[in-house]
């Protein structure tokens, strides 16, 4: 009887341990459960997060001036966070893929030309490639469409009574080189719109018009700038059907942008 009691107390025990150990396993199940879970929420926040910051530009009459800030803010991203980041940058552990972004300026030069004073491309020469006039950014830490405008623009904005002065300039660029035969008032009014503008009291009005038609000077600064001010103004279409996300990672990976053919 003795021996039976003793049976029954050591196969309690076991069970207990068994019930125990049953708990606990089924403890650790829920907590690894509860951790994939909250890691893989984080995850998915992080990516919304991010997509977020790019899905507001997948719309129509995107401005100029936006593209202008969204490809400095893929190629910093890119730099950063993806697989073509150098140095001790994130992206050396991270190497998400890069982010692509093109810009389609119209399938022929008439919509390019609508950026431009004179139907003359000047600042967009050596920029636009392919028939399309399209711009390229693709997995790049290096922002060639901002570098290569911005050498010309800064050394025109300095030449030319700084940002204020140059726009001032575009803004009454018809009353400064005339057409036909101008009045000696409608001459004086250009040479002083010049002066105020850049303070330079030197340039007379044959000094503007013999600018006229020269690949360099006065008239090809301003009829330069001008195209970048239009190219501000520019509405774009993001091509939805054409943005693209990485299967993996779910993190918008390529945007596709198009000249509408409204500048205002």
């Given at each position: 009887m003795e021996n039976a009691s003793k049976a029954l107390i050591i196969a309690g025990s076991v069970l207990?341990?068994?019930i125990i150990i049953g708990a606990l396993i089924l403890m650790f199940n829920s907590l690894s459960n509860y951790q994939d879970t909250k890691v893989q929420n984080t995850r998915e926040?992080?990516?919304?997060?991010?997509?977020?910051?790019?899905?507001?530009?997948?719309?129509?009459?995107?401005?100029?001036?936006?593209?202008?800030?969204?490809?400095s803010r893929v190629v910093d991203?890119?730099?950063?966070?993806?697989?073509v980041a150098t140095g001790t940058d994130e992206g050396q552990n991270l190497k998400y893929q890069p982010m692509t972004v093109n810009l389609s300026f119209g399938d022929n030069d008439a919509y390019l030309e609508k950026f431009?004073?004179?139907?003359?491309?000047?600042?967009?020469?050596?920029?636009?490639?392919?028939?399309?006039n399209e711009f390229k950014l693709d997995k790049t830490t290096s922002n060639n469409f901002y570098q290569k405008i911005n050498s010309k623009i800064e050394n025109i904005e300095k030449n030319y009574g700084g940002s204020s002065g140059i726009n001032n300039l575009v803004a009454g660029i018809s009353n400064l080189f005339l057409k036909g035969n101008p009045s000696d008032d409608d001459k004086q009014k250009a040479e002083r719109l010049y002066t105020?503008?850049?303070g330079n009291y030197n340039i007379t009005f044959k000094d503007l018009q013999d600018s006229i038609g020269e690949d360099e000077g006065i008239y090809a600064d301003i009829c330069t700038y001008y195209e970048y001010v239009q190219f501000k103004r520019a509405?774009?279409?993001?091509?939805?059907?054409?943005?693209?996300?990485?299967?993996?990672?779910?993190?918008?990976?390529?945007?596709?942008?198009k000249f509408n053919g409204k500048v205002e």
């Open positions: 207990i341990a068994i926040a992080q990516v919304l997060e991010f997509n977020n910051q790019y899905e507001t530009y997948i719309r129509k009459d995107v401005r100029g001036s936006d593209l202008y800030s969204l490809l991203y890119n730099r950063r966070k993806s697989e431009t004073y004179d139907n003359t491309k000047r600042l967009f020469n050596n920029i636009l490639l392919g028939n399309n105020r503008c850049t509405h774009f279409d993001c091509i939805e059907s054409e943005t693209k996300y990485n299967s993996e990672t779910g993190r918008i990976i390529e945007l596709n942008f």
